[in-house]
């Protein structure tokens, strides 16, 4: 009893063995068919295409991803747009905060128009001093032809200076001689020997010698006083003169002074209104706008969010033109000699391989890129693709920029070594 108990354990043993085996192997062919089984039927040629290179697809705008972001730094206040609006060119898509400069612009704006008012008080000021140095000339001029009158007069005055002069050395000889024959006819003692008549003619012309004299003493003196007026006369002409002159030369510093202060005024006046168009063209800027017509793709932008200046990973709005659509197409560089410029080209979107649409070609990137890879595979990176640029009308397929896309594109086809054909036809 105990040997057969013994036994049927042996056998036992082998027996579970088996079942787990049969059980694994069950398993691991359930798997693999279920991992086998395509979700979706694979993307296939066009029938009848005839020689075509199968390559992978990304759909983008026709303008590209465009990734708008803002000159100035800032927090957003405002948004215009939802993703997938379309906007035109130069619609607003979101508003930074402007009050700081708004009241910079307000400030800009009055020191403009203080500016402006200096600079017409200084204009203005130009016009009565230009009178003045007018004036100032016309009183020089006037002066100066006083001074030729005065000098004029001078050499009058001294001329009638020198005639009464010579008038009164006249007189003052004809005094001494008649003084000098009364004097003889004074001394002689002996009445008899001059009559009466003849002394009495003689002290009357002595007197009457005098009195000329004396008159032309005071000639002399009278033209002696209007000398001294004409040279006075002169002399207030060349006073009158030099203060004209010296009103014409404040006059004209004055002008200089005030032409300075005028051009000084523009000049600040100029420099006041490019600082409010500074501010204005700053505050312009914090309201960013659609660069082109086209379709909002993303919006990373929120009210009340702060939005940095320059280049970002992730940026506040992607936009593009999506009518039409483009593919950009990997095409392998061993298979790029054999596409040319225009070959058709049909695609599906990845897992829709029943719908099919027909690919316009538009041009070929001129630059050799690395391959990405796009499918997540096993698919090969070490080598270089040719982009092929290919547009579509979303009305003949919807989709979305970012999507995959199977691409069959027309090709020429593979060129066999001769040696291959001649053993092929060998063969046959």
Same mark, same amino acid.
């Not at 547009?391 to 919807?398: E, G, I, K, N, T």
């Given at each position: 009893?105990?040997?057969?108990?013994?036994?049927? +354990?042996?056998?036992?043993?082998?027996?579970?063995?088996?079942?787990?085996?049969?059980?694994?192997?069950?398993?691991?062919?359930?798997?693999?068919?279920?991992?086998?089984?395509?979700?979706?039927?694979?993307?296939?040629?066009?029938?009848?295409?005839?020689?075509?290179?199968?390559?992978? %697809?990304?759909?983008?705008?026709?303008?590209?991803?465009?990734?708008?972001?803002?000159?100035?730094?800032?927090?957003?206040?405002?948004?215009?747009? $939802?993703? +997938?609006?379309?906007?035109?060119?130069?619609?607003?898509? !979101?508003?930074?905060? =402007?009050?700081?400069?708004?009241?910079?612009?307000?400030?800009?704006?009055?020191?403009?128009?203080?500016?402006?008012?200096?600079?017409?008080?200084?204009?203005?000021?130009?016009?009565?001093?230009?009178?003045?140095?007018?004036? #100032?000339?016309? %009183?020089?001029?006037?002066?100066?032809?006083?001074?030729?009158?005065?000098?004029?007069?001078?050499?009058?005055?001294? &001329?009638?200076?020198?005639?009464?002069? #010579?008038?009164?050395?006249? /007189?003052?000889?004809?005094?001494?001689?008649?003084?000098?024959?009364?004097?003889?006819?004074?001394?002689?003692?002996?009445?008899?020997?001059?009559? $009466?008549?003849?002394?009495?003619?003689?002290?009357?012309?002595?007197?009457?010698?005098?009195?000329?004299?004396?008159?032309?003493?005071?000639?002399?003196?009278?033209?002696? =006083?209007?000398?001294?007026?004409?040279? &006075?006369?002169?002399?207030?002409?060349?006073?009158?003169?030099?203060?004209?002159?010296?009103?014409?030369?404040?006059?004209?510093?004055?002008?200089?002074?005030?032409?300075?202060?005028?051009?000084?005024?523009?000049? =600040?006046?100029?420099?006041?209104? #490019?600082?409010?168009?500074?501010?204005?063209?700053?505050?312009?800027?914090?309201?960013?706008?659609?660069?082109? +017509?086209?379709?909002?793709?993303?919006?990373?932008?929120?009210? %009340?969010?702060?939005?940095?200046?320059?280049?970002?990973?992730?940026?506040?709005?992607?936009?593009?033109?999506?009518?039409?659509?483009?593919?950009?197409?990997?095409?392998?560089?061993?298979?790029?000699?054999?596409?040319?410029? %225009?070959?058709?080209?049909?695609?599906?979107?990845?897992?829709?391989?029943?719908?099919?649409?027909?690919?316009? !070609?538009?041009?070929?990137?001129?630059?050799?890129?690395?391959?990405?890879?796009?499918? =997540?595979?096993?698919?090969?990176?070490? $080598?270089?693709?040719?982009?092929?640029?290919?547009?579509?009308?979303?009305?003949?397929?919807?989709?979305?920029? &970012?999507?995959?896309?199977?691409?069959?594109?027309?090709?020429?086809?593979?060129?066999?070594?001769? /040696?291959?054909?001649?053993?092929?036809? &060998?063969?046959?």
């Amino acid at each position: 009893m105990k040997l057969s108990a013994r036994l049927l +354990g042996r056998a036992a043993l082998p027996v579970i063995a088996a079942c787990l085996i049969g059980f694994a192997l069950v398993t691991m062919d359930g798997r693999e068919d279920a991992i086998a089984a395509p979700p979706a039927a694979p993307a296939t040629a066009p029938e009848g295409a005839g020689s075509v290179v199968a390559a992978l %697809g990304v759909i983008e705008p026709s303008s590209e991803v465009i990734a708008v972001g803002t000159e100035l730094p800032g927090v957003v206040r405002e948004v215009f747009v $939802t993703a +997938g609006e379309r906007v035109a060119a130069g619609d607003p898509l !979101f508003r930074l905060d =402007g009050r700081a400069l708004s009241a910079s612009l307000e400030a800009s704006s009055a020191s403009v128009e203080q500016a402006r008012a200096n600079a017409a008080a200084s204009v203005a000021r130009v016009a009565p001093l230009q009178a003045s140095a007018e004036s #100032a000339r016309a %009183g020089i001029a006037l002066a100066e032809a006083g001074l030729v009158t005065a000098r004029g007069n001078l050499q009058q005055a001294q &001329g009638r200076l020198a005639n009464a002069r #010579a008038a009164a050395q006249t /007189a003052r000889i004809a005094m001494n001689d008649a003084d000098s024959r009364y004097s003889l006819f004074s001394s002689v003692s002996d009445a008899r020997a001059i009559s $009466t008549d003849e002394r009495d003619r003689a002290r009357f012309a002595a007197e009457q010698a005098r009195a000329a004299f004396n008159q032309a003493e005071a000639a002399v003196q009278e033209a002696a =006083g209007g000398v001294r007026a004409a040279e &006075g006369g002169v002399q207030d002409a060349q006073a009158r003169i030099a203060q004209a002159r010296a009103s014409a030369t404040n006059a004209t510093a004055s002008i200089s002074e005030a032409r300075e202060q005028a051009a000084a005024s523009q000049a =600040g006046a100029r420099q006041a209104a #490019a600082q409010t168009r500074v501010v204005a063209t700053d505050l312009d800027r914090l309201v960013v706008r659609a660069p082109i +017509g086209g379709q909002v793709l993303r919006l990373n932008v929120r009210v %009340g969010e702060y939005a940095p200046a320059g280049p970002l990973s992730d940026p506040l709005v992607a936009m593009g033109e999506v009518d039409p659509l483009h593919v950009r197409v990997q095409i392998d560089e061993e298979d790029a000699a054999r596409i040319s410029a %225009g070959a058709s080209a049909q695609g599906s979107l990845r897992g829709d391989a029943t719908r099919k649409v027909n690919l316009r !070609f538009v041009r070929f990137e001129p630059q050799a890129t690395p391959k990405t890879n796009l499918n =997540g595979g096993a698919e090969r990176v070490d $080598t270089r693709v040719i982009e092929a640029i290919y547009a579509f009308d979303p009305a003949d397929l919807p989709a979305f920029v &970012g999507q995959q896309m199977d691409v069959f594109v027309s090709a020429r086809p593979v060129a066999r070594p001769a /040696a291959a054909a001649t053993q092929t036809e &060998g063969a046959r």
